[in-house]
């Protein structure tokens, strides 16, 4: 700042303690402070650090001497003269440069090198005292300087604008051409675009425009075809391709675009030169070995005799010394044709291009208004557009695949509204990526949420990017991709769509896309993505018959024939017990009894069935009737690192009853069997291991253990009789079980993997279960058959909800539709469709019937069909309501991580922080020595357990399992029971802690 001699600088506040430490001397007394919004004015004394300054002025003038002596010498040999910053009055101004197009430098700018622009534009514009230039350019870009001394020189008028008028487009259009009259205009193309084509043609190059001169710099040149058609016919508007870099302030070329090729009405495709240099400026073209060409294509190095800038802490250059640019031309007949620079030519499918290219070919389509294109992470092209009219992304991507290179069809488009700049005037390539990264984050729906949904995008991406007729409306199985069009470029940006689409990069598929058909691409991408759980799934299990194909036999692997003491019509020797399953259901097969006995008709009966079950999923485990309306409460219960709650001491401990060790991970949720007199109790879960397990809920002892046919995630069902249970495993079976000793008594067959847990309808002894063919079964498991199959629209992966007044069956699916089905027919009564994908399953009581969404929301309808309220929570929702015991409360997790509890108008009566997403279910319960509270369990992925007070939230304690938890948890008397990933089932016992 002393060799500048700089007498006045402007410091941000926050960085004025900085600069005051740094500039201590300078400022000791008779400082001037000028504020102004966040910026300080400070006027220097340099006198007051003369004698500091000595000693290094007698440094320099040892080192000047010394380099005087050098260049003596040199010039002696080389004849080369030296510009020296330290010389008075050499520099005219210092700026920093952005960076946009390069690395930011401080580049301080001699009069010498800057006085050549000014003279050459007053003649190359005509400038005179009746023009009115617009100062379109910041101070800090050096444009600005042309734009200022130019017309101060002339005695023309300078119009400044204050920068809220220049980012609105129409006003800055009304400001300039209507109330100002301007007539030389010096802006970067990104400006001018701004402006849109409409508005350019009728008011900036319009037939009657006050705009004498046109120069546009900065920025590659728009196409000569584009350019044309901003021009309203008549416009006589002269106009400047100008070109230039910082590093040699300001500008180096210009070329006056021809009166016939503006006028001309042809498509031209021919790029716009470079054209002559400006005063005292030298143009070369050099090839990468760093010799001079004539001809062919190379890097553009601009300089001159006194076109000489100091870059950074450069203190003396050689006079006629050349910038590299980081531009490249092609040069042709002696004409210098821009190409792009350094960092827009990037190596994309193995190939070069120029991102400008892209542009310029987007641009020249009549239904784009302006574009931008980004190298988005160096890793996708990404196409932004400004739209004239309403337009179809398909539409845009067969145009350009007309005009481009398979390498330079871009990943992605965007469309917006204006294209940001900065305040340069260039485009804003920052925001642009920060535009994108939203469009990401704002576009759910472009993304995956579930299975069904894999499958038609992928035939919409083959398509597409094959350029397949849409008239074929499905695209066969079998369908290779590489005999069909496809190559190596196509299948790269196939692998780059799928891989966006589902979120994560899948290994080995762009060989898979090669090699292998739609449906062998498919079932790649669903064993590495939705089967990524199961961290030791073999290769060799890829391949598979289609399920179809799969006998009964083949599944049972050995016939069973052992004598059988079990009824065959669910009537006779009925086990009488109770059994329990995620969400707080809870049934007892005594009743189920009692009403086929009695031949009561399901809907004069179901009444009493439910009020006795509710009672009953209370008084099972707490002799006291739960009474008494829920508090209004909004609590919110945090809890911290050291899953230590916000509120109140913990009340609850666990400990580890027993464990049982499955093999692998344990999604599947538990089945709890209690005999009617209490004495004995069974848990029944199935595992990714094919292992199907019975436990003793007291000691842990396994009953016995069933190989299945693949992984299991369905959660098991008790049938009618108690004497069966029933599950659904991934080679699309059901198996049914005898549930004492775990023979395979009778498997069915869908057309794809079961997820879905089964239903029991207790008036018939029907089992409802869902398959990801798209169907819900009705099975009688008694005489084994499937009583119907319903189609439904879309995958079934969540279990569906039987309700008895009335008696409906509540079927969901993962394309986001809610059905109501009569469970004697199949036939459906009503459906909704929710628009996302439905994960967790209905649940149903006396009134209404819930069910979680993707989208966040929990949604609540009539038995008839019609929404009653919706409750948004922070994150998608697989977890599945749970029901409280008055029907006053439901409960569920989120990915938010949070544990909700609504009342029944949808209202929040306390939400719960907990550490992790939550997927499982939660489970209301007394515990039988807090006979007074109603607790809730709930299960976060993180494989932490929390037990809340279910009416205030108030966490009573936390317990983390070694492994993540999808499984949801049930509670018997004092004991939890649930999965882990760690290949383990837990039985924990929940212990009261009474220490204040």
């Known amino acids: 700042m002393k060799k500048c001699d700089l007498q006045y600088i402007l410091v941000e506040k926050k960085q004025i303690n900085k600069f005051k430490a740094s500039y201590e001397s300078v400022l000791n007394y008779g400082t001037i402070t000028v504020e102004h919004n966040d910026l300080v004015l400070f006027r220097l004394h340099w006198e007051n650090v003369a004698m500091n300054l000595m000693l ?28 020296d910053v330290r010389l008075k009055y050499c520099l005219a101004y210092v700026l920093h440069t952005s960076g946009t197009t390069g690395t930011p430098k401080i580049v301080r700018v001699p009069h010498a090198c800057i006085l050549p622009n000014v003279q050459h534009f007053r003649i190359l514009f005509d400038i005179t005292q009746e023009d009115v230039l617009f100062l379109a350019s910041p101070l800090t870009f050096d444009p600005s300087i042309v734009e200022i001394f130019v017309a101060l020189s002339s005695g023309a008028s300078l119009l400044i604008v204050p920068t809220s008028v220049k980012v609105l487009p129409s006003k800055l259009a009304a400001v300039l051409f209507s109330h100002h009259k301007v007539t030389v205009l010096q802006a970067t193309p990104t400006l001018l675009r701004r402006f849109g084509s409409q508005l350019i043609k009728s008011t900036v190059l319009s037939a009657n425009t006050s705009l004498r001169v046109l120069a546009l710099g900065g920025e590659a040149f728009p196409s000569l075809t584009v350019l044309n058609s901003w021009r309203e016919e008549g416009n006589k508007t002269q106009i400047f391709n100008i070109y230039g870099i910082t590093e040699v302030s300001s500008w180096a070329t210009f070329y006056r675009i021809p009166e016939d090729i503006l006028n001309c009405t ?69 004409e210098i044709f821009f190409l792009g620079r350094k960092d827009s030519q990037i190596k994309r499918h193995g190939k070069r291009l120029n991102t400008e290219l892209v542009q310029q070919v987007a641009e020249q389509l009549q239904q784009v208004e302006t574009c931008a294109v980004t190298w988005y992470n160096q890793e996708k092209l990404i196409l932004f557009i400004v739209p004239k009219e309403n337009l179809v992304k398909d539409y845009i991507f067969k145009e350009l695949q007309k005009h481009l290179p398979n390498h330079a069809i871009p990943d992605e488009l965007v469309f917006i509204d204006t294209l940001p700049f900065t305040s340069h005037g260039k485009m804003d390539v920052s925001e642009l990526n920060k535009i994108y990264l939203d469009y990401l984050n704002s576009k759910p729906e472009n993304k995956l949420h579930g299975k069904e949904e894999l499958w038609e995008k992928l035939q919409y991406l083959w398509k597409s990017i094959l350029s397949l007729s849409e008239d074929a409306l499905k695209v066969p199985d079998e369908s290779l991709f590489s005999n069909i069009g496809g190559d190596s470029l196509k299948s790269i940006r196939l692998l780059f769509e799928i891989e966006r689409l589902v979120g994560t990069s899948v290994p080995g598929l762009l060989e898979v896309i090669l090699s292998s058909s739609l449906s062998e691409i498919y079932n790649h991408i669903l064993q590495t993505v939705f089967m990524d759980e199961d961290q030791t799934f073999s290769k060799s299990n890829s391949k598979k018959r289609k399920l179809s194909d799969i006998t009964q036999e083949e599944a049972i692997e050995k016939p069973s024939h052992q004598k059988s003491v079990l009824p065959l019509n669910g009537d006779n020797e009925i086990n009488a017990c ?96 209690v005999d009617a007199d209490k004495s004995s109790a069974t848990v029944y879960i199935g595992s990714h291991s094919h292992r199907m397990k019975a436990v003793d809920l007291y000691s842990g002892k396994m009953k016995w253990e069933q190989l299945l046919g693949d992984r299991i995630e369905s959660s098991a069902c008790v049938s009618k009789c108690g004497n069966f249970i029933t599950v659904g495993c991934y080679n699309g079976l059901v198996y049914v079980l005898q549930s004492n000793n775990g023979e395979k008594y009778w498997v069915f067959t869908t057309e794809d993997a079961v997820k879905s847990s089964p239903t029991l309808d207790p008036t018939t002894g029907l089992l409802y279960i869902g398959s990801h063919d798209q169907h819900v079964y009705a099975l009688d498991i008694y005489k084994k058959k499937c009583v119907w199959k319903l189609k439904c629209e879309g995958t079934v992966f969540s279990s569906p909800c039987l309700s008895l007044i009335p008696h409906h069956l509540y079927c969901a ?9 009569k469970p004697a027919t199949g036939n459906v009564i009503w459906k909704h469709s929710c628009g996302k994908p439905l994960f967790s399953s209905p649940r149903c009581f006396q009134e209404y019937v819930c069910i979680g969404c993707v989208d966040g929301n929990l949604l609540c309808f009539t038995h008839l069909g019609e929404q009653v309220w919706q409750f948004s929570s922070g994150g998608p929702i697989f977890s599945s309501p749970c029901i409280s015991a008055t029907e006053k409360e439901v409960f569920f997790g989120s990915h938010d991580c949070f544990i909700y509890c609504c009342d029944m108008s949808g209202h929040l009566q306390w939400k719960c922080e907990t550490t992790s997403r939550v997927y499982a279910t939660p489970f209301a319960f007394h515990h039988h020595n807090r006979s007074s509270e109603t607790l809730l369990a709930a299960a976060s992925t993180d494989g932490k357990l929390w037990i809340f007070e279910s009416r205030s939230g108030q966490l009573q304690g936390v317990y983390e399992l070694p492994g993540e938890v999808f499984s949801s948890p049930v509670v018997w008397e004092s004991m939890l029971i649930i999965g882990c990933r760690n290949n383990y089932i837990y039985c924990l016992d929940l212990l009261c802690n009474n220490k204040k």
């Open 266 to 334: 042809l498509k031209c495709e021919l790029p716009v030169q470079l054209g002559c240099p400006l005063f005292e400026t030298v143009v070369e073209v050099r090839d990468t070995n760093g010799f001079t060409i004539q001809e062919g294509s190379g890097q553009v190095f601009l300089g001159g005799k006194n076109r000489v800038c100091f870059l950074d802490d450069e203190v003396t250059v050689p006079l006629g010394t050349m910038r590299a640019t980081g531009d490249f031309v092609t040069v042709k007949d002696g």
């Open 56 to 83: 290094n002025d007698r440094q320099d003038k040892n080192e000047k001497e010394n380099r005087k002596d050098c260049m003596n010498s040199e010039q002696s040999k080389e004849g080369k003269e030296h510009m």
């Open 578 to 673: 109770i059994a329990l399953s995620r969400g707080s259901q809870i049934f007892s097969l005594s009743m189920a009894r009692f009403l086929t006995k009695s031949g009561d008709h399901p809907l004069a009966c179901s009444s009493e069935l439910i009020a006795q079950t509710n009672i009953l999923n209370f008084k099972s485990l707490n002799p006291s009737v739960l009474t008494g309306q829920p508090k209004d409460l909004c609590c919110v219960a945090k809890v911290s690192e050291e899953e230590k709650p916000m509120m109140g001491p913990k009340k609850m401990e666990f400990c580890v009853r027993w464990r049982s060790d499955t093999g692998k991970c344990v999604d599947a949720s538990p089945l709890v069997v």
């Open 813 to 821: 699916t993962l394309r986001g539709v809610l059905l109501a089905v």
